[in-house]
């Protein structure tokens, strides 16, 4: 059937292993919205979503009155 193709039911454990080490972790992703939110800047949002959660923690602890909710 054409729909089992797409359903990836038989994916071997290297192929699952593989992508989930080389996922983008929710700490990147985190990091480089708060920082294109606060910069307007991809250079910025790539090198803080490299960073990671040292950027996000950074981010809480600096946080403007306008930025707060």
Known sequence: MAYECYSQVNVDESTKQTVINNGIG????????????????????VIHAFFSWFYVIYFVLTRKENERK
């Open 26 to 45: 929710l700490g990147s992703v985190i990091a480089g919205v708060t920082s294109w939110e606060r910069n307007k800047s991809v250079l910025l949002a």
